[in-house]
């Protein structure tokens, strides 16, 4: 009576243990857009997140014990494991770790059925335990290896795949004849990097006088805008500015099915995504699907400092083409419509000069930093001059822009520290840029240059090599350099190091508490620090 008791009481102990960790396999996968193999492949290359060592030799252990006594068994032995892996489990779950999440699990309707049928599959699991092995030291060592092993998420994922793509075509249908009937102008922005910070741009600029709705955050996936489309669009909105995302060639044409684009801008192709992508050339692809699927009416605004943008708007003839620079300094440029000179920046923000073909010149000041938030700006110009607005109406709007949360945001800052925050996701032009609004403002007013990052993730096998190039880059800019992590911040360490960059000038820290400490032991008032880049949850 007393082994049944003990044994039951483990199982429940064991289960809520279990309950826990498939939350948080179900964030990675979350993560990953529930892709299997992709949570597979974390799985594997984070172990210590998913298995931890010692309990894993407690089953061996036990099992080893079990198979020692599996003839004579002692009445004592059976309690005692009980007693003391029920001990361990209650352990972990009230002094286990907890880190606040980045991007926190979302509990949507796929989520939750996904981590209903998982803990349902677990729960047959322990009773098929329970009614197949009638010895007890048997059955607590099936049910010790059972609770270890990896949560069952990737299986059930895919046990549930042909229900899920059911809904998410019935949504999909809804919102494509939602679209049909209200009839908005869509506006397409697409791009290796810039697209939100545009999307953002545009948003403000049109928003000053018509009735805009743009998809938020990062909301660039089918169901992501579906979501919007369903639950946000209205005959109110005039203008539909929506992000589209793409990890493999095609995904932006189905963007395109869902939300038929009038207008499309295409801000760069770059090394970003490289470990999807597996190419610049997939890139390119992916990215112009946007203009193929613009009507022969569209417009098409595209980067021409970009190289492969510039390649890609010489061989669009299907729409107009609008060319905006930030680098042309010929006026007589015929090619560019738009384009930014005289470009100065202070902790205040740019001011610069815009021209635009055959509509004028004005004097534009912003709160916004960085030379690439200019291309941004010009490429929401361009549109905004499209769909109506005068020069006048987009210069006042711009003069009010709040910046983009976490992209070059300055911060308030009690101590003087002056807090530039650049950590949603980096890519290498957006990290070169942003050292350079760190060297500007240090022209300023003469403080201590300071770099904190973890380095870039998702660049394939330009990873490496990017992240050295940030390493040299930031030993001629910067006096201090703070890497968080080990694994991503190796090559930035031995570009430092190839630039002869002082040891006692870099430290190696785990994470944001220790970047804290070195910061109050380091600053002081007038000093400028950029956090650059924040690794998603599934890369830490």
Not at 33 to 47: D, E, F, N, Q, T
Not at 337 to 360: C, E, P, Y
Request: charged share 25%; proline share 4%.
């Amino acid at each position: 009576m007393l082994d049944d008791i003990l044994f039951y009481l483990l199982i429940l102990i064991s289960y809520i243990r279990v309950v826990l960790r498939t939350t948080e396999g179900l964030h990675i996968l979350q993560l990953d857009g529930y892709k299997p193999i992709r949570y597979m492949r974390w799985v594997v290359l984070h172990p210590r997140r998913c298995f931890e060592i010692y309990e894993i030799l407690v089953v061996v252990i036990t099992l080893s014990v079990i198979s020692v006594f599996a003839v004579n068994q002692p009445r004592w032995l059976f309690a005692t494991l009980c007693v003391c892996w029920t001990a361990l489990q209650i352990y972990k779950m009230l002094w286990r770790k907890k880190e606040e999440a980045k991007k926190p699990l979302v509990y949507t309707a796929r989520a939750k059925r996904l981590f209903g049928i998982t803990l349902a599959l677990q729960a047959i699991f322990a009773v098929l335990i329970v009614l197949t092995f009638s010895n007890f030291h048997w059955r607590l060592g099936a049910f010790l290896f059972c609770e270890l092993t990896v949560p069952v998420l990737s299986i059930c994922s895919n046990l549930i795949l042909p229900l899920e793509l059911t809904i998410n075509n019935a949504y999909l249908q809804d919102a494509k004849k939602r679209i049909r009937t209200l009839k908005p102008k869509i506006i397409g922005i697409t791009g290796s990097y810039g697209k939100t910070s545009t999307k953002y741009i545009l948003n403000q600029i049109l928003s000053k006088k018509h009735n805009a709705l743009m998809t938020p955050n990062s909301y660039n996936t089918p169901m992501g805008i579906c979501k919007v489309i369903r639950g946000e669009l209205t005959s109110e909105h005039e203008f539909f500015i929506v992000e589209m995302g793409a990890y493999k060639r095609g995904d932006i044409k189905t963007l395109c099915r869902l939300a038929p684009p009038e207008i499309g801008i295409l801000t760069a192709v770059g090394p970003q995504h490289l470990e999807r992508f597996k190419s610049i050339e997939n890139t390119a692809i992916a990215k112009y699907e946007l203009i193929e699927a613009l009507p022969s009416d569209g417009l098409a605004v595209i980067n021409n400092d970009n190289e492969i943008c510039a390649a890609l708007a010489d061989k669009t003839e299907s729409v107009t083409v609008k060319r905006y620079s930030v680098k042309s300094k010929d006026i007589d440029d015929d090619t560019i419509d738009i384009r930014a000179s005289d470009i100065k920046h202070s902790q205040k923000g740019l001011s610069f000069t815009v021209s635009a073909t055959d509509i004028g010149t004005i004097e534009i000041t912003t709160r916004l930093l960085g030379q690439h938030n200019v291309s941004n700006i010009l490429a929401a110009i361009a549109v905004s001059l499209h769909c109506g607005m005068s020069l006048d109406d987009i210069q006042a709007a711009i003069r009010d822009l709040e910046p983009v949360p976490h992209r070059l945001e300055l911060k308030p800052s009690d101590t003087g520290v002056i807090i530039i925050d650049d950590s949603f996701n980096s890519n290498p032009e957006g990290a070169k840029a942003a050292l350079e609004v760190l060297t500007d403002f240090v022209n300023d007013n003469g403080g201590k240059k300071v770099l904190v990052t973890p380095g870039m993730v998702e660049l394939g096998e330009r990873e490496y090599v990017e992240n050295k190039k940030l390493g040299s880059h930031a030993a001629k800019v910067c006096d201090l350099v703070i890497l968080v992590g080990d694994e991503t911040t190796e090559p930035i360490l031995n570009g430092l190091r190839h630039e002869n960059y002082p040891e006692q000038q870099i430290h190696k820290v785990k994470n944001l508490a220790e970047v804290q400490l070195q910061l109050t032991k380091n600053l002081k008032a007038g000093d400028v620090v950029l956090f650059e880049n924040d690794l998603p949850d599934n890369y830490n």
